[in-house]
């Protein structure tokens, strides 16, 4: 067991191609940085991200699980934000009833020009997350090592 | 208090921004009170930026203002010259009581030299 | 199993700073599959390239993953390397340790930590790559330009010139827009009409472009290549084939108090018209609004009239649907309503006018014959003061834009100096935040009208205008003069800010291509792609995507042109080959992937399968269609079996990535 001082959490990023994913990279260009544990997993849309990842990454160990995506009205597929913006309301509803605190779960809107935006998601998704400390009601401990 | 510190207390207080500021001068060319003012409109809003708080303070024009807040109605940036004159005239209040007007105060202070202005102001301020 | 090979780029130092590049490559060495693991200072390079060519062809490699910057700068590069090593391009995966590792940790431990995650979950999705090959979709070889202004007709025209058809959509009875109504052009003053009507008259004469005046598109559909278009022809309530132009009906018809939206309700117009005289087509049109025929049944003096018999008053709105490989836009602008500037009491006096309708009191073909005359009582202004930025520049509140107009500046100056230059008994005020006239000849335009013209530039604004016993009194402030200026004016004009025009709004929305907070619509790339929407096929021409001049607007329409005519001069368009599939296996028919797909990408049929004991059983299945899918994914979600998924992006793959990042 980690002690909680020094307890980094897992965090996977989920960003949308078009608009999210390029906020991220200009972070990068624009060197704003953010805790090295956010780790991003491009797909195409926000629309792509199956409820069931989240889930999997909350039982192999993630400790937050963040889903950026376009801004409402500006989805290169038009409406894909609106279908993840749904999807997450239940999905985070249904975390919310199994007793997962919802602060590990977050819906973003950054578009490809917020890079600061995005750093100073990240910075304050990671603290909130350490504050909350380990996810260990969902975790498979099949899984862990 | 310092200039700078002045300066920046005086824009707390307006709750405005000069810096939005273009320069374009509406403020000046709809003020009713302009033949009255040895400091227009316009220019007090750069004077604010550029911290010259001292001759603001000293001024007999932040007390013609009418605070009819035509300027702030018409002002294209929304930089709000009338409530910055009204935070300066607070300013030079404060400074004179050394604490905020108290209502209480009001009725006794009526006859003295202070501005009606900074009544309004004090009365707006606690209205709030 | 996969044969994996790993390359590590240092970007310089961009990466090797704070990654330790060789670390990495050893750690992605250990990892199941992987047979090389190497790293190189500029994998991007041609020696880079090369050097992946020769791993894939010396370990026979079914996957590679590159560790360098994002996918979004090389992903491409990469892919080509790959195929011209005889690779599917599909097979490759990059790792993003550039913008999204070593620029933004700063210690080299945890940078290099996170980097062999980053290379892991690259690696555990290659793993399920599969080869993918893009498909081919035909091209529809016709253009479609929406809005018939300069910018429409210099996009049609450059386009059709190319050889290729164009359709023009216009809501107005005839093209021309703005340009049309406009008296000079500055900085050269030559006539707005003598440079446009010749250019209108070629689109008429033009046999590849067809003119559908009067009518707006309703629904678009398809996508890049295969846009499917209905368009509206709004009834004019006259036979086009058969009306001469005469204008014998505008003459005779009755109704003879309709305002001229051509000269801005600066003087009327009857219930048929033809709004000018150069319209194209030169067809009239019926006004509905105001046609006691239409409105009562009684009158029939235009059906009288008419000796070609073209009136047809049961006429009504017509549907053309037509198909089309890519869509311009150019719906141009308006200046804004005045209605929250009521300082200037624009709606207390007539005398206040907009600029545009002052350049119609100025044009020989307007309503005052092109003398100039104040709108009240029709007599010569000695007086007149030009306000500019009115609306432009305001803070982004609800009262006005927060951009420069920019093409305010010009015509004020060309305004000033036309009046001066024709009634030289005239004081003329302009009243500046700045005068911005960037370009070719522009600021020497400017100095024309201060120097040779004596027009009274005033560094200022006017605060207020009040009406008072036939004259404007006018309130500003002169800035550098330190004063209150007070000037009795006869006439103020005013530089309104310009929008875009209302109808840009629902069409974004029907061709999906986006838009600023403006309503301009946003364009590719604001400096590389500047004629291109973001979405594929849709093409920006003119003050649709922000304010313009003429010149301006020219060029970008025969930008916008090129580029249509590099869309059509391919045969096919290579689809994205990342797109949904479905596993008819496990498709149950239940048509919640149909439903969430926005571009109708996704059909049922009934299918045959074989069934047990050598039976066929008829199942309904959802199928693809890969050519108008765009690989976003929501369908994948939708569907309750999993038979859905998408290429590029599987579940699998994704959740393989999920672990290898949680491991």
Known sequence: MQVNETFTPTIVAFCCNWCSYAGADLSGTNRLNYPANVKIIRIPCSCRLNPMFILRAFQRGADGVILCGCHPG????????????????????????????????RVEWVSAAEGAKFAATMNEFVDTVTKLGKNKRLEDLRCAK | M????????????????????????????????????????????????NGRLEELLNSRGIYNCLSCFACMERCPRSVEPARLIEAVRMAVVRQKENNHLKPDAIPALLDDELPQQAITSALRKYMK | MQRIGVFVCWCGSNIAATVDVEAVANALAMEPGVVISTNYQYMCSQAGQEMIQNAIREHKLTGIVVCSCSPRMHEATFRKTAQQAGLNPYMVEIANIREQCSWVHKDKLTGTEKAIILGRAAIAKVHLNAPLTAGQSPVTKRALVIGGGIAGIQTALDIADAGFEVDIVEKKP???????????????????????????????????????????????????????VTIRKKARYVDETKCTGCGLCTEKCPQKKVPNEFNLGLDTRRAIYIPFAQAIPKVATIDADYCSMLKSGKCGVCSKVCTAGAIDYKQTDQLIEQEYGAIVVATGFNPISMDKFDEFAYSKSPDVVTSLEYERLMNAAGPTGGTLLRPSDKTHPHTIVFVQCVGSRCDSSEKGKSYCSKICCMYTAKHAMLTREKYPDTEVYVFYIDVRTPGKNFDEFYRRAVEDYDVHYVKGMVGKVTPENGKLKVQASDLLGGRQMHIDADMVVLAAAIEPDKSARPLATMLTASMDTNDFFTEAHPKLRPVESPTAGIFLSGACQGPKDIPETVAQAGAAASKVIGLLAKDNLTCNPCVAKSDEMMCNGCSACEKVCP????????????????????????????????????????????????????????????DAICK
Do not use: W
């Not at chain 2, 403020?27 to 033949?35: G, I, K, M, N, R």
């Not at chain 3, 045959?608 to 369908?635: D, K, M, W, Y």
């Open chain 1, 74 to 105: 500006d989805c290169h597929y038009t409406t894909g934000n609106y279908y993840a913006r749904r999807r997450m309301t239940l999905l985070f509803s249904m975390l919310d009833f199994l007793g997962i605190e919802k602060e590990r779960t």
């Open chain 2, 2 to 49: 310092e200039t700078k510190n002045l300066t920046q207390e005086v824009i707390r207080i307006s709750g405005a921004n000069p810096k939005k500021c273009m320069k374009c001068g509406k403020c000046t060319a709809t003020c009713p009170a302009f033949d009255q003012m040895d400091i227009h409109p316009h220019q007090f809003v750069d004077m604010v930026i």
């Open chain 3, 174 to 228: 005839t093209i021309g827009g703005k340009m049309s109504q406009i008296d000079k052009t500055f900085p050269t003053l030559d006539c707005a009409a003598c440079i446009l009507t010749p250019k209108m008259v070629d689109v008429a004469q033009n046999e590849k472009i067809k003119i559908y005046s009067y009518s707006e598109v309703e629904a678009v559909k398809g996508f890049v290549g295969n846009f499917h």
């Open chain 3, 599 to 658: 571009y109708g990408a996704i059909t049922y049929m009934d299918k045959e399968f074989r069934g047990p004991n050598r039976t066929t059983l008829i199942r309904r299945v959802a199928s693809v269609n890969p050519a108008v899918c765009q690989g976003c994914g929501a369908c994948t979600v939708a569907c309750p079996s999993g038979a859905m998924d998408l290429q590029g992006f599987s579940n699998s793959q994704i959740m393989a990535e999920v």
